[in-house]
């Protein structure tokens, strides 16, 4: 499974921005996607996830209600919308992929970086 993600940049409090996340390689229903992020000085944290099929999502306490994670089968691409972003949503943000037997997330996309500002 290969990931590449786009999107991030620089916003003020209170926009919106969507990442996407391409993926390609393996058949992708058995396969649970998650985001990531980490933010300077701290450690990565679980953003959201999604089971490919049936699209069952998972989001963290911090974000619930203001982010949406999604995926779009044909188009093998998982997305993630923000909105109402916080200074405290700035972060070096991963898109990964783990099969839903395992409990690691083996596969990662490289990081793109949003920065909100206040």
């Known amino acids: 499974v290969q990931l590449q993600a786009f999107g991030g940049g620089l916003v003020q409090a209170g926009d919106s921005l969507r990442h996407s996340c391409a993926v390609s390689?393996?058949?992708?229903?058995?396969?649970?996607m998650g985001w990531f992020r980490q933010a300077p000085g701290r450690e990565r944290e679980f953003v959201a996830s999604i089971r490919w099929s049936p699209g069952s999502t998972y989001y963290a306490d911090s974000v619930k209600g203001r982010f949406t994670i999604s995926r779009d089968n044909a188009k093998k691409t998982m997305f993630l919308r923000m909105n109402s972003l916080k200074p405290e949503d700035t972060a070096v943000y991963y898109c990964?992929?783990?099969?839903?037997?395992?409990?690691?997330?083996?596969?990662w996309g490289q990081g793109t970086l949003v920065t909100v500002s206040s």
């Open positions: 390689g393996r058949t992708l229903s058995n396969y649970y």
């Open positions: 990964a992929a783990r099969h839903f037997a395992s409990t690691e997330y083996s596969y």
